[in-house]
């Protein structure tokens, strides 16, 4: 009897091992086969918001097709890497393919800010910026990949600026981690009619000192230099700002900011 019971064990224990052995095999080769189709919808989203933060597609009415809106992509965008510390383009790098917050979990390609006033912990050597052109192939928009914490998560955004790297013309937020901002209040980053109040906007005042501001005062809001800072929100538009005097700082794009405004990509 007790032989029979082991019997009965070991071949329960053999089915059991060859069931979760057949399912790891169906699993894995599900991610690989999937991995392609996945890849494929994350560049479809990347580029969509690129060009709505290029002005050249409204991701809220959508109806072009993804070979439609590569196309476009293709046309108008050309994204390069640039060396942080220099402002220099890197050679050999694709900028469509090349993962910022990949490189930034690399020791060997990242470092920890000094100042880390956007809780990004660590920073890629390298960044991605995106070069918008007209179809005469003239510069129209530069833009620059921005993140920082609000009040629940990282929040990601795309800032274009016009060539003089000192209009805004856009910021459009396309990404959270977690469980994003508050619905109805910090998730107000992406309300159409708060992104519009960024056009036109100047990053620096006439000494050239970064002087954008998310405020909640109704005149500094008016300026050219304010922007109305999110209702009930108060660390999500902190978050904004922060974000911005980062990325525009020492430490993120200052360098190259200043070899474009010197007419470096003339």
């Not at 050249?56 to 050309?78: C, F, G, P």
């Not at 390069?80 to 383009?89: P, S, Y």
């Not at 910090?186 to 050239?208: C, F, H, S």
Request: glycine fraction near 8%.
């Amino acid at each position: 009897m007790a032989n029979a019971n082991k019997d009965s064990f070991s071949r329960t224990l053999l089915v059991v091992v060859g069931l979760c052995l057949v399912c790891s095999i169906l699993v894995s080769a599900a991610a690989v086969m999937l991995k392609p189709i996945q890849d494929d919808n994350k560049s479809f989203d990347q580029q969509k918001y690129i060009l709505e933060a290029a002005n050249l597609l409204d991701t809220r009415n959508l109806t072009m097709t993804k070979a439609e809106v590569k196309k476009l992509y293709d046309e108008r965008i050309t994204a390069k890497v640039v060396n942080l510390k220099t402002g220099d383009f890197v050679k050999g790098i694709d900028g469509n393919t090349f993962d910022m917050d990949k490189a930034s979990r690399d020791p060997k390609n990242s470092f920890v800010p000094k100042d880390d006033i956007a809780s990004v912990k660590r920073v890629a050597n390298d960044a991605v910026v995106y070069l918008v052109r007209n179809e005469q192939g003239k510069l129209e928009t530069i833009i620059l990949p921005v993140k920082g914490y609000g009040l629940w998560s990282t929040m990601y955004a795309f800032l274009a600026v016009k060539p003089d790297m000192n209009t805004i013309e856009n910021l459009v937020y396309y990404k959270f981690s977690g469980s994003g901002e508050t619905p109805g209040l910090g998730g107000e980053v992406q309300n159409p009619k708060w992104i519009a109040k960024w056009n036109g906007k100047k990053l620096y005042d006439d000494k050239g000192n970064l002087a954008i501001k998310v405020t909640k005062n109704p005149a500094e809001a008016m300026t050219v230099h304010g922007v109305d800072a999110l209702s009930g929100a108060t660390l999500t538009s902190n978050g904004v700002q922060h974000s911005l005097t980062f990325w525009l700082g020492n430490e993120g794009f200052a360098r190259f900011i200043e070899k474009v405004r010197k007419g470096g990509l003339s």
